[in-house]
């Protein structure tokens, strides 16, 4: 089993930044790849940015990319995500997950949310 916990979010004016943290914990060792997702009100889930074990495995989604860094620090066992120039569509839940196979694998494993409200 993995459990994951995210922390971080709040409330930030438009232009604003925030980290976004995800510690994770149990099985560790059986994780291929971690990601942020995000489902703003009547939405559904959306796909935000991905790591995986190896160097330069980053992946994000276009409305993201040049604003948010994803990253890990393997002896924290944490996942963060940078986003700067928060707009308010940014605002959502923001929902770390856990991927164990390959780069197409579902995310069997997921956090509680954190809320990030961007004001206008």
């Known amino acids: 089993q993995v459990q994951l916990v995210e922390s971080g979010g709040g409330l930030v004016q438009a232009g604003g930044s925030l980290r976004l943290s995800c510690e994770v914990s149990?099985?560790?060792?059986?994780?291929?790849?971690w990601g942020w997702f995000r489902q703003a009100p009547g939405k559904e889930r959306a796909f935000v940015a991905s790591i995986g074990r190896s160097a330069g495995s980053a992946v994000y989604t276009d409305f993201v990319k040049g604003r948010f860094t994803i990253s890990r620090d393997n002896a924290k066992n944490t996942v963060y995500l940078q986003m700067t120039s928060l707009r308010p569509e940014d605002t959502a839940v923001y929902y770390c997950a856990a991927a164990l196979g390959g780069p197409f694998s579902p995310y069997p494993y997921w956090g509680q949310g954190t809320q990030v409200t961007v004001s206008s």
């Open positions: 149990g099985r560790t060792d059986s994780i291929s790849r």
